[in-house]
């Protein structure tokens, strides 16, 4: 069995290597969406995929790193298909409202197992207490991400004086409170529910706000 773990000897892997080793976590996502954590077993990821564990094994030393292979490549994703939009924007006010927030939840649209995959992980993804199978890092990251965006607009003038770090928790909180909800219902209407985002906090935020 080949070893995950690559040394400056090895060659790079092929593009089929590379093609495989995407597919196994595409399944691994629909799978964890569709089934939750728990039931989302290698023998259930490799049927969707169509080979055996043996191959998951392969390319993966099990079922933990998998799943931390899962949550980097949906924040990845999440992060590109943010990013491009936002680099179009010109004001802190457009990166948050339009940005951060519209095209964050436009993401959550076009990718729904993503982010249901990433939910069902978080809520049972622990080996131990305290332990988690998504690296803090990249929710870090996140927030700092929106952080830097705020720092802006208070700098430029286009939003009001207020605690960053409440600000932060606020908005990520109410993005992250779609996922159960799309579960529930999955016609929520997210263009509905982005205009609300962007309303209250435009209102929160912006340096006409009362208060």
Same mark, same amino acid.
């Given at each position: 069995?080949?070893?995950? #773990?690559?040394?400056?000897?090895?060659?790079?892997? =092929?593009?089929?290597? %590379? $093609?495989? +080793? *995407?597919? @196994?976590?595409?399944?691994?996502?629909?799978? #964890?969406?569709?089934?939750?954590?728990?039931?989302? =077993?290698?023998?259930? %990821? $490799?049927? +969707? *995929?169509? @080979?055996?564990?043996?191959?998951?094994?392969?390319?993966?030393?099990?079922?933990?790193?998998?799943?931390?292979?899962?949550?980097?490549?949906?924040? *990845?994703?999440?992060?590109?298909?943010?990013?491009?939009?936002?680099?179009?924007?010109?004001?802190?006010?457009?990166?948050?409202?339009?940005?951060?927030?519209? *095209?964050?939840?436009?993401?959550?649209?076009?990718?729904?197992?993503?982010?249901?995959?990433?939910?069902?992980?978080?809520?049972?993804?622990?080996?131990?207490?305290?332990?988690?199978?998504?690296?803090?890092?990249?929710?870090?990251?996140?927030?700092?991400?929106?952080?830097?965006?705020?720092?802006?607009?208070?700098?430029?003038?286009?939003?009001?004086?207020?605690?960053?770090?409440?600000?932060?928790?606020?908005?990520?909180?109410?993005?992250?409170?779609?996922?159960?909800?799309?579960?529930?219902?999955?016609?929520?209407?997210?263009?509905?529910?982005?205009?609300?985002?962007?309303?209250?906090?435009?209102?929160?935020?912006?340096?006409?706000?009362?208060?």
């Amino acid at each position: 069995m080949k070893s995950e #773990i690559k040394t400056a000897d090895q060659p790079k892997p =092929s593009f089929i290597e %590379i $093609a495989r +080793r *995407a597919q @196994i976590i595409e399944c691994a996502i629909d799978a #964890i969406a569709e089934l939750g954590f728990a039931q989302a =077993s290698l023998a259930q %990821i $490799a049927k +969707r *995929a169509g @080979i055996s564990t043996g191959v998951i094994l392969y390319y993966f030393a099990g079922k933990d790193e998998l799943i931390r292979a899962v949550s980097d490549h949906v924040y *990845a994703t999440g992060e590109g298909f943010v990013r491009r939009k936002a680099e179009q924007q010109e004001t802190a006010r457009q990166a948050l409202l339009d940005t951060f927030i519209g *095209a964050t939840v436009d993401f959550i649209g076009a990718y729904p197992n993503y982010s249901h995959a990433l939910m069902n992980i978080a809520r049972s993804g622990r080996r131990e207490p305290g332990e988690r199978l998504i690296d803090p890092a990249l929710n870090a990251a996140r927030e700092a991400g929106l952080a830097s965006i705020l720092r802006w607009g208070k700098e430029s003038g286009e939003f009001r004086p207020f605690s960053t770090p409440v600000m932060v928790a606020s908005i990520i909180d109410s993005i992250d409170a779609i996922l159960p909800q799309l579960v529930r219902d999955p016609n929520l209407d997210l263009k509905a529910y982005a205009r609300e985002l962007v309303e209250l906090f435009d209102r929160a935020t912006r340096a006409d706000s009362p208060g």
